[in-house]
């Protein structure tokens, strides 16, 4: 199972990566792994607003359900279209093509309360 | 695919049916409905013989309790028993139409009335209503029932609480009903805990729901406690009849305190399941709840039986008309046919093949809850998946050895879950053959830990992919 | 008595040491005192199965079911003919005692029997996807308005007093645990008129509910209430159709329907005093709308040797896996009888089908003329009917119905049931001149 440096992480095992005007967020490697094959994604609207550990979507495997939970507050700028028809993006690339959502954030603070890539294997190491 | 679609037999012309000849004058149906025709129906044209074999074929691609052993838990696959069915067939019980009058159809309603009194007797409920097509229906009467009482007596109460071995259906019909679901966590020996029910129960607190024995066959010891303890709190407590097979004749939802409750006719009562339905979900309730239940109902006064509409209280109706007859008139059998002696045989016997397998089983595989269960119980195959092989592999592998599988990953509180429950139908003989099978394949999870994993081998097909099932539906031909 | 329980005494004994108990009543040592039965259950000793099917001929000595008159009732479970070899091949015990197809490699008949299932309810209604079955037309038809309700957003129903009165009934009481917001809309002359429903549709509706042929048997001016619908952006038709009728009737996706239910009892099943029935459900090829369907779906797929087979798919929209945040609470379903339903269509096929449309048209239009022949009487629906119809007299309709089943015919549904004066006639293909006649010669001299 992978951990990506200089990503963000949550507990709830998503990322985030900053780039210069947004942030783009996903779930990991080890999320993708437990859920097992997916198969439905459903995201939220462009503009939609979240606070910090909203839930924004849901993704679907064959027989489990798992909501992902905004990391950081802010505004959805765009959502990742294709895995509405390829939803094995996020099996086969976590932390690539298989992102979910860009977010402008509200607070930029924020992502400091979150885990570094080795507390987050240290995170899953014990889970 | 081992037998191709009914589709594929079509040939244009070909024919299967025979009408009598109109005799009547024929109306001018292209005029008189212009723009409500069509001629684009694309249904098989096939002929009676290609129907037969075709369904003949696929018949044999399946698997009943007339097959062998069906060991899945909650699901109470018994025996059909055959006399059931030719009650099922006499046609002047059911060549018989809804809305026909009362006063024509006294032998059925008299049926319905006995099969009523029967249900309460077992259940030390007040009233019956047969409406409810399904065990989810009647769970969701109940809930419904439950709602209303709430609001006829102006107490705004919104929580439905539910313990996390609870079945599915229950917080969606919770969820339906409009309430929200509040789920509780059982304690270490597999029972509610009461100190998270303390702490769930408040002025919200509509209903507690509760299976017992639950889903882990285990029986809640403090059962009078609990329902004390929400009827304090100003709630009432709703029994999950599924499991009824474990207590018929040993113990009664009315004397635990439940105020309501549904039964499984499909499951308690033997009636055929037929492939996921037709199932029937009577619902039994306390007399204060009386008024509630689903219009019309059944009652009988001096010299007839009728269907009462005039329930101003009630919740409505749930079905179009009198809920799944076919199906009652087949418990009616089954419960004639057994008697109440029969019938608590029938609970002592289910608890007995249950114990026996657990006892024999419980070396090779883990029991997460060494407490005493009834009717059922559930095992872990976390041991297994240590060894590489997953609850699911056990369960395909089992169907290579033409025995099917008990229920898996439920409860949701059991890791790796294999829930089982025999019914008192099996016997020794069939119950050491799948003792034997399990024992087997534990060993091939040792020995040969593949072959179990892409188990089956000698199914008509092999494991299915589900997740192309699911990224790619193909719903229809 | 018979319990069909084969251990034997000494087998008993020999499994109670393996648990290591005494007696079987130990195994029940756990159940408090205070809550256990120890009393015998007051039900009367079992009996055999000659003594069964003798009490069970007894009751339907008191029963007078339709073999012995003649009727014409329909109002929502239909007397239609069924084909011999129904019963013959649901009476396979492989399919009638299996359960819900969880292993799907040892339920292959019953899956793909659905599948065949779904695409013939699909074809007759022109829909996309079609479930496989629901418990009955009421509740089918109750579970769509909360379906429309959630896919849009929106809480208010329109429905017209043309749909089923216990339909209408049973969509409210799934209504209420929905809290949705119900618009009656009062028909005249046994239809919708369509300006009712341009004057009650607005943004807020969720769906508005038709029934093709309605209550009264006839046809709502279908296309320009769906033109009205279409007009706005967040309401959904659903459309209640009369599946047999199907043969000849115009698919109900040609109105533009979005979700279509019904009953299909009048598939291959017969009346069993109104359950079990079948009721189905299909909708839009839309994945939107997929999200939010209720009930099994079978799907074709391929086996790890790459052999096409079929599957339960789509589950994370049911109980057993979303839990309180599923579409519906549906687990048993009507699989047997969507079987019988599918025998009955194939059986059938297109042509047959359409014989068995045409022929109920043509009988009930046969017998509509007479009855409008006759002084006294007169045939209420105005517009196109189709094989059901209002049979209005200057007698109280109680007061003919009565006489007329003193004549051994039930000449329909006395809408006295539901508040009218009147009787809802249904003729199917299963009807004769000879019987159709008789009724005619017995109201003229009522």
Redesign the interface.
């Known amino acids: 199972m992978s951990v990506k440096d200089g990503l963000y992480y949550s507990e709830d095992h998503e990322w985030v990566r900053e780039e210069e005007d947004c942030l783009v967020i996903g779930v990991t490697d080890f999320a993708q792994e437990e859920l097992g094959d997916i198969v439905f994604v459903e995201l939220p609207e462009v503009e939609e607003e979240f606070e910090k550990n909203d839930g924004f979507g849901v993704l679907e495997s064959v027989k489990a359900v798992s909501d992902t939970f905004i990391p950081v507050s802010g505004k959805i700028l765009e959502v990742n279209e294709n895995l509405i028809d390829n939803p094995e993006l996020i099996n086969d690339d976590p932390y690539g093509e298989g992102w979910l959502i860009k977010v402008d954030p509200a607070d930029d603070s924020e992502l400091d309360e979150l885990l570094s890539a080795e507390e987050y294997a240290e995170f899953i190491e014990e889970e | 695919?081992?037998?191709k679609?009914?589709?594929d037999y079509?040939s244009s012309g070909?024919?299967?049916?025979s009408?009598?000849p109109?005799?009547?004058?024929?109306?001018d149906?292209e005029a008189?409905?212009t723009?409500?025709?069509?001629d684009?129906?694309?249904?098989?044209?096939?002929s009676?013989v290609d129907?037969?074999r075709?369904?003949?074929a696929?018949?044999?691609?399946?698997?009943?309790?007339?097959?062998g052993i069906?060991p899945?838990g909650s699901?109470t696959?018994?025996?059909?028993?055959k006399?059931n069915?030719?009650?099922a067939?006499?046609?002047?019980?059911?060549?018989?139409?809804?809305?026909?009058?009362e006063k024509?159809?006294?032998?059925?309603l008299?049926?319905l009335y006995q099969l009523k009194l029967?249900l309460a007797?077992?259940s030390?409920m007040d009233e019956i209503t047969l409406q409810p097509?399904?065990?989810?229906?009647g769970?969701?009467v109940s809930?419904?029932i439950v709602?209303k009482y709430f609001e006829e007596r102006e107490e705004n109460r919104t929580k439905v609480i539910v313990p996390d071995s609870a079945?599915?259906?229950n917080?969606?019909?919770?969820?339906?009903?409009?309430f929200d679901?509040v789920e509780i966590a059982s304690n270490e020996r597999g029972m509610v805990d009461l100190e998270a029910l303390a702490e769930a129960l408040d002025e919200n607190t509509a209903a507690l729901m509760l299976t017992n024995p639950n889903t882990l066959g285990i029986?809640e010891?403090d059962?009078?406690k609990i329902t004390e303890m929400v009827h304090q709190a100003g709630g009432l407590v709703y029994y999950d009849g599924a499991n009824m097979n474990a207590?018929?004749?040993?113990?009664?939802p009315g004397?635990?305190d439940f105020d309501l409750m549904h039964f499984n006719l499909?499951k308690t009562f033997?009636t055929?399941?037929?492939?996921?339905?037709?199932?029937s979900?009577p619902v039994g309730v306390k007399d204060f709840l009386a008024p509630y239940l689903?219009?019309p109902l059944l009652k009988k006064d001096e010299e007839k039986y009728y269907w009462d509409y005039q329930r101003p209280k009630s919740?409505?109706?749930?079905?179009?008309?009198?809920?799944?007859?076919?199906?009652m008139l087949r418990a009616w059998?089954y419960?004639?046919?057994?008697?109440?002696?029969?019938?608590?045989?029938?609970t002592?016997?289910a608890?007995?093949?249950a114990?026996?397998l657990?006892?024999?089983l419980k070396k090779d595989f883990e029991l997460p809850y060494a407490e005493?269960s009834?009717h059922e119980f559930v095992l872990s195959g976390s041991r297994q998946k240590e060894e590489g092989v997953s609850t699911l592999q056990i369960?395909?592998r089992l169907?290579d050895y033409d025995q099917?599988?008990p229920?898996i990953?439920?409860p949701l509180v059991v890791k790796e879950a294999m829930m089982i429950e025999p019914t008192?139908?099996e016997?020794?003989g069939t119950l050491d053959h799948f003792i034997e099978t399990m024992l087997t394949i534990s060993r091939e999870i040792k020995e040969d830990p593949e072959l179990v994993n892409?188990a089956?081998h000698s199914?008509?097909?092999?494991?299915?992919?589900?997740?192309?099932?699911?990224?790619n539906?193909?719903?229809?031909? | 008595m018979m319990d069909y329980i084969s251990n034997t005494a000494a087998e008993k004994d020999k499994m109670l040491q393996e648990i290591g108990l005494k007696e079987v009543k130990d195994l029940f040592q756990m159940i408090p005192e205070a809550v256990s039965a120890d009393e015998r259950l007051n039900i009367e000793s079992g009996i055999s199965e000659l003594e069964l099917m003798r009490r069970a001929q007894l009751q339907a000595g008191k029963n007078k079911s339709l073999d012995q008159q003649i009727s014409f009732l329909g109002a929502g479970a239909y007397d239609h003919y069924l084909p011999g070899i129904i019963d013959a091949l649901i009476s396979r015990s492989e399919f009638y005692t299996a359960y819900t197809p969880y292993q799907a490699e040892l339920s292959q008949g019953t899956l793909e029997a659905a599948y065949e299932y779904q695409s013939m309810i699909c074809d007759l209604t022109g829909m996309g996807i079609a479930n496989a079955s629901m418990l009955d037309g009421g509740s089918a038809a109750a579970e769509a308005v909360t379906m429309a309700a959630r896919i849009t957003g929106n809480s208010r129903v329109l429905l017209p007093d043309t749909v089923n009165p216990a339909y209408r009934e049973v969509i409210k009481t799934y209504g209420a645990g929905a809290e949705l917001e119900f618009v009656d809309l009062e028909s005249k002359q046994q239809i919708i008129n369509p300006a009712q429903i341009e004057k009650n549709i607005n943004d807020q509706t969720a769906v508005v509910v038709l029934q093709y042929p309605n209550f009264y048997g006839s046809l709502e001016k279908m296309e320009e209430i769906s033109k009205m619908i279409k007009n706005k952006k967040n309401t959904l038709l659903l459309v209640i159709a009369n599946p047999i009728l199907l043969g000849v009737l115009k698919a109900p996706a040609d109105f533009g329907a979005d979700i279509v239910v019904g009953e299909a009892q009048n598939l291959g099943n017969g009346l069993n005093y109104g359950g079990p029935n079948l009721g189905f459900m299909a909708c839009k090829d839309d994945r939107r709308m997929l999200r939010q369907l209720p009930g099994r779906i079978v799907g074709k797929t391929t086996d790890v040797d790459g052999k096409e087979g079929f599957v339960l798919t789509l589950q994370t929209r049911e109980q057993h896996i979303r839990r309180e945040k599923a579409t519906s609470n549906i687990c048993t379903n009507e699989a047997l009888n969507a079987l019988m339903a599918t025998i009955y269509l194939a059986t059938m096929g297109k042509e047959g089908l359409k014989e068995v449309g045409e022929q109920c048209y043509h009988k009930a239009h046969y017998l509509a003329k007479k009855i409008n022949g006759l002084s006294g009487f007169e045939v209420l629906n105005q517009d196109n009917f189709f094989n059901e119809f209002v049979l209005k007299s200057e007698k109280e309709s109680t007061e003919v119905f009565e006489e007329l089943l003193q004549e051994e015919i039930i000449v329909g549904y006395d809408l006295k049931n539901i508040g009218e004066n009147g009787i809802l006639v249904c003729v199917t293909e299963k009807r004769t001149k000879a019987e159709m006649d008789k009724l005619v010669e017995k109201l003229e001299v009522l």
């Open positions: 695919m081992e037998e679609l009914i589709k079509s070909r024919k299967g049916y009408l009598p109109l005799e009547v004058e024929k109306s149906l008189e409905l723009g409500y025709l069509r684009d129906l694309e249904l098989p044209e096939v009676e129907v037969v075709h369904y003949t696929l018949s044999e691609m399946n698997y009943g309790v007339d097959s069906y899945l699901c696959m018994k025996y059909n028993p006399r069915e030719r009650v067939r006499i046609a002047g019980l059911t060549n018989i139409h809804p809305y026909q009058p024509q159809l006294q032998g059925s008299e049926i029967d007797e077992i030390a097509a399904s065990g989810a229906h769970e969701f809930l419904m709602k079945h599915g259906t917080p969606a019909s919770a969820a339906m009903a409009g679901v029986f010891e059962i009078l207590i018929m004749g040993y113990a009664k004397l635990m499909h033997s055929p399941h037929g492939g996921g339905g037709p199932g979900g689903p219009r919740i409505g109706k749930v079905h179009s008309f009198y809920g799944n007859y076919g199906v059998a419960i004639k046919t057994l008697g109440g002696r029969g019938l608590k045989k029938t002592e016997n608890v007995l093949n114990n026996y657990k006892a024999r005493d009834l369960a395909k169907l099917y599988a229920t990953y439920f008192e139908t016997n020794i892409k089956p199914t008509t097909v092999r494991k299915l992919d589900e997740t192309k099932a699911a990224r539906p193909d719903l229809h031909w």
